[in-house]
């Protein structure tokens, strides 16, 4: 065994690290190394753009003129199959963090999240037009898809080494002489865009040639309903009393009352499911992956009915716990993309212990289904501005000219205050400065 699995062994790591928003970024870095989650280098290289630099972006997407930043932070408390995760996230919305974070304690207390997966199936879409008999080219393409799925494989030995490569060939009717062949492949710990991609051009002109149609489109469908995730929770009633709710029972059913609102209603729907992928997005961007096309099949598969519908349920468990599932298509990758080209994606998939792309979605998934619990528990009872705004109000308050400790002194004063106007901001930060004598 290798000394990095035996010390793995040793050191049982906690995702619990209280009072950690407290703390400067530095002094959390540091944390990140006590705690054993970070060598001292790797933390180290977090600071500021994290060894992003103009060299790194212009070999990334075109036209490059500078960088872009985003806050990367970490979410605590996360148990996922019995083990402790810290969770990166890079996310422009002030709260994300914090509600991951608070929700992930209150599963912990059910014994966190329990995860699995499909087998990681990117699949290509070949369109073939003008096909002359549907039934003669259904009839030849199911004949040959155990010849057609090895010529496949045969321009792909390395994903076929790595255990992956084309499983099935399914055919489907679009229209009177509209065929898609599907090409299911299993692509590992890549998405397997670019793969699937070539793979379709590769097998066109054949399969174009065996059904007599002409060729159309040749791409990989984002709808990734082979490569889905499932993930579900538990959270006793009593962990949901909190201040002025003392009720755990009654924030559990005011959050059932909100699921059966989504369920009922797309318009409601379509705003659970932003708090869903507020988790997911801000993991896969942490992560590097490419987040639009997880957006994209999310939404689809929401739709999948013919109405839009919640990702996610909440229902009363045999014990009166609040029981969460969440099962979305969620294609990742660790290799590839920008795993290969932004240091800090490497960093940030080292620090979740990501072992894989389908662990990846899974933990990306447990981040979703906490977002989503804290939002609806804040929903259904404070409402969302306490929370949200008070974590809003640190950027008010910077946005006004706060600096160092004023940004929280002038920030705890908007909340207390429940305004969030930047002219508020401006007056309370001068009467604070003049206090201190400080000049800002
Ligand atoms: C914000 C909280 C967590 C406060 O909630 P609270 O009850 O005031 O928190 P607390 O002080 O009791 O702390 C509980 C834990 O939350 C975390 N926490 C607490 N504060 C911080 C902080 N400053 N920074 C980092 N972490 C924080 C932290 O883990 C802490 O545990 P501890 O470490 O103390 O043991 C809660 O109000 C909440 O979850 N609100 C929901 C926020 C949310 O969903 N934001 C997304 C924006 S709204 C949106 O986009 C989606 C939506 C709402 O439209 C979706 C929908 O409609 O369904
Ligand atoms: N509609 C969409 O979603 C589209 C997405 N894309 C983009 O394509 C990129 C993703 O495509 P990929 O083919 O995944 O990336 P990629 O072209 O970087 O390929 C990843 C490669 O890594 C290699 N590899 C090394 N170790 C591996 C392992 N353990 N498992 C699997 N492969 C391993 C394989 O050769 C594999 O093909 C993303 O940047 C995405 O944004 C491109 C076109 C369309």
Not at 245 to 263: K, M, N, S, Y
Not at 268 to 292: I, Q, S, Y
Not at 360 to 365: I, P, Q
Not at 418 to 434: D, K, M, N, T, W
Request: aromatic share 4%.
């Amino acid at each position: 065994m290798s000394d990095d699995k035996v010390q793995t062994l040793k050191v049982k790591r906690s995702s619990r690290l209280s009072g950690f928003y407290r703390q400067t970024p530095e002094s959390r870095r540091t944390r990140l190394v006590e705690s054993r989650w970070l060598a001292p280098e790797e933390a180290e290289a977090c600071a500021g753009l994290g060894g992003f630099d103009e060299a790194c972006a212009d070999a990334m997407v075109e036209n490059v003129i500078g960088l872009h930043g985003l806050p990367l932070g970490v979410a605590l408390n996360f148990v996922v199959n019995a083990q402790d995760r810290l969770l990166p996230m890079a996310v422009e919305e002030p709260s994300i963090i914090a509600a991951a974070s608070y929700a992930a304690r209150l599963c912990a207390e059910g014994g966190g999240f329990s995860v699995s997966w499909d087998e990681p199936i990117t699949t290509a879409q070949v369109q073939l037009l003008e096909v002359p008999s549907l039934t003669a080219a259904e009839t030849v393409l199911r004949t040959r898809a155990p010849e057609l799925l090895a010529e496949a494989n045969a321009c792909m030995g390395a994903m076929c080494a790595r255990g992956g490569g084309a499983r099935e060939l399914e055919v489907r009717v679009l229209d009177a002489t509209t065929l898609v062949v599907h090409v299911h492949v299993d692509t590992r710990d890549a998405m397997g865009a670019n793969l699937v991609n070539g793979l379709a051009e590769r097998m066109a002109p054949r399969l174009a040639a065996l059904t007599g149609g002409r060729v159309g489109l040749k791409i990989l469908t984002n709808l990734a309903d082979r490569r889905k995730v499932y993930v579900r929770t538990t959270v006793p009633a009593s962990a949901l009393a909190s201040e002025g709710f003392p009720d755990g029972t009654a924030v559990r059913d005011a959050i059932l009352e909100a699921q059966l609102f989504a369920e009922m209603d797309p318009y409601r729907a379509v705003t659970h499911n932003k708090g869903v992928m507020n988790g997911v997005d801000a993991v896969l961007v942490a992560c590097g992956n490419d987040w639009r096309a997880v957006e994209a099949g999310a939404h689809a598969y929401a739709a999948r009915s013919g109405v839009y519908r919640p990702l996610t349920s909440w229902k009363q468990g045999p014990a009166g716990e609040l029981v969460g599932l969440l099962e979305m298509p969620l294609a990742t990758s660790t290799v590839g993309g920008a795993a290969r080209s932004h240091p800090g994606v490497q960093r940030a998939l080292k620090l979740a212990r990501v072992t894989s792309a389908v662990d990846l979605a899974g933990v990306a998934a447990a981040a979703g289904l906490a977002t989503n619990l804290a939002a609806l528990k804040a929903l259904s009872t404070e409402g969302i501005q306490k929370g949200h705004m008070a974590l809003h109000a640190r950027r008010v308050a910077a946005e006004a000219g706060a600096q160092g400790e004023l940004v929280e002194i002038v920030a705890e004063r908007l909340a207390r205050e429940r305004v969030y106007r930047p002219e508020r901001a401006r007056e309370i930060l001068a009467e604070e400065a003049g206090r201190k004598g400080t000049v800002r």
